[in-house]
């Protein structure tokens, strides 16, 4: 049984849903989750709503992502701070799950729970807020958003192979 099923029907037992009690359960679109037939059966089946965030947007969306991410970003950098300073030189692999599990305790700590909370209220899924965000922040940024025929510099000595001959592009 792969990971998102076996976590999916851990959510069923924890969440209680009932087609009599519908549960919202809001996800990214990676294709595990959307594609997932047995788990959208169960969902069904359970009166559970899917409902997918869409692409690029769950910097702004994601609760988790906009409320405790952050923080705990923040705790495994302190920790591999430290950590470098009683010991000088790097981080390896060895260390890692240590210093990223401290991090993820002082994350996870009651005051930061608040703050995870939070999350949903920032991008205005609970309590419902539409007016959160202005269409601006969700446009795509211009650095990132030229067209391909600029963005492609014509090649220089490249050889094209056709019908096996084969042409210098000069």
């Known amino acids: 049984m792969d990971n998102y099923r076996s976590w999916f029907k851990k959510f069923i037992e924890f969440s209680d849903a ?6 919202v359960l809001l996800f990214d679109g990676h294709a595990s989750h959307t594609k997932n037939l047995e788990v ?6 359970k009166g559970i709503i899917l409902l997918c965030f869409p692409p690029h947007c769950s910097h702004r ?12 970003s923040l705790y495994y950098e302190d920790e591999v701070r430290k950590w470098l300073r009683m010991n000088p030189g790097k981080v390896t692999l060895f260390q890692i799950s240590t210093l990223f599990g401290q991090a993820c305790v002082n994350a996870a700590s009651a005051a930061n729970m608040k703050t995870a909370l939070k999350g949903f209220e ?21 650095t990132t958003n030229i067209p391909i025929a600029e963005a492609q510099a014509e090649p ?3 050889l094209c192979f056709s019908n096996s001959r084969t042409y210098s592009s000069r």
Do not use: H
């Open 156 to 158: 220089v000595n490249k």
């Open 122 to 142: 920032k991008t205005g899924i609970w309590p419902t807020n539409v007016g959160i965000f202005s269409d601006g922040d969700f446009y795509q940024p211009e």
């Open 61 to 72: 969306l994601q609760p988790l992502d906009v409320a405790f991410m952050r923080p705990l």
């Open 40 to 45: 959208i059966d169960l969902a069904r089946e």
């Open 18 to 23: 009932k087609k009599e009690t519908p549960v």
